[in-house]
């Protein structure tokens, strides 16, 4: 798999306020070509060949997306703005053609520019790789750099599907969902900072487009939850009620590690669940119902 990381980053390409989008690029206001610009990067914090390159081979929306090739070179970098508290949501959506590979991977903080010029940016988390290795074609791993794997999903090949992450700087947790699907909440691997989003060609058979990236807090944003469901109280004491229409098919509740500390089947309408054997923290408490699944976090 790829080194320990370094990050490339650009404060002044950010600007912040609560409640708000950071980042909404459907990348249409770009020359078609290499791209080094706003929040695109490079690893080596400068233009080169390693840059991201505009194509209008495809596109989610508008006719121009960000693509990947196969030359082992271009490792263009997302710059999320080291964000160190709260929670954020980025979405975007992304294409892999038959039978191709794709990899991405989350980055920590950075200081002192570029991997060429001392970058001190850390390896966070998450090595997020598409048909890799071996892996049946349209399977999906998220693996640690020591090889563990936390999640592995599905996703169609030749179609526009979606890729979500739920960052929880507070709780040093990221959630991953493929194409509409969950995962297991994900402790952060190295600091406690959300820097950005590695885009690298990892192999000859690397193929992949990037459309519609979207940032924001999530105190702004439509989270994994929606209004299919609710839960109170929170924080809670003893029992948590999830208010629902149709009947819950699983719940499963997460420490901030990552590890299932409760799991049931309800198979109700609005089902209570028993929390107080768990100590006093931060948890993440997965609601499946006909097969989605979404995520909230519950303070107990």
């Not at 399977?139 to 992450?165: L, S």
């Not at 947790?173 to 691997?189: K, N």
């Amino acid at each position: 798999m790829k080194k320990i990381y370094l990050l490339a980053f650009a404060l002044a390409a950010f600007t912040f306020s609560a409640n708000a989008q950071i980042i909404n690029d459907d990348i249409e206001s770009y020359d078609l070509g290499p791209l080094f610009e706003a929040h695109w990067s490079s690893w080596a914090g400068v233009p080169g060949p390693d840059n991201a390159v505009v194509s209008d081979e495809f596109a989610n929306s508008g006719s121009q997306s960000i693509f990947i090739s196969g030359d082992g070179v271009q490792d263009a970098l997302l710059l999320l703005g080291n964000q160190s508290s709260g929670e954020y949501l980025l979405t975007f959506k992304m294409y892999i053609p038959s039978d191709k590979t794709g990899y991405f991977n989350f980055q920590g903080a950075t200081e002192n520019g570029g991997a060429g010029n001392g970058g001190l940016g850390v390896f966070n988390s998450g090595n997020i790789t598409f048909n890799l290795e071996g892996l049946a074609p349209g399977v999906v791993e998220d693996i640690d750099a020591d090889g563990t794997v936390y999640n592995t999903y599905a996703y169609p090949q030749n179609f526009w599907f979606e890729v979500k992450f739920l960052f929880d700087v507070d709780a040093l947790t990221y959630t991953l969902s493929i194409d509409g699907v969950a995962g297991v909440p994900v402790a952060f691997g190295g600091d406690a900072t959300v820097g950005g989003i590695d885009f690298f060609s990892i192999d000859a058979n690397n193929e992949y487009y990037v459309d519609d990236v979207l940032f924001t807090d999530a105190a702004g944003a439509e989270d994994f939850a929606t209004d299919s469901f609710s839960v109170y109280p929170n924080p809670v004491k003893d029992i948590l009620n999830i208010s629902t229409k149709t009947a819950v098919d699983n719940v499963t509740v997460y420490d901030v590690l990552g590890k299932s500390v409760l799991a049931i089947q309800p198979d109700v309408v609005s089902p209570k669940i028993d929390m107080s054997g768990l100590a006093s923290g931060a948890y993440l408490v997965k609601v499946t119902i006909g097969g989605t699944s979404k995520t909230v976090k519950v303070i107990k």
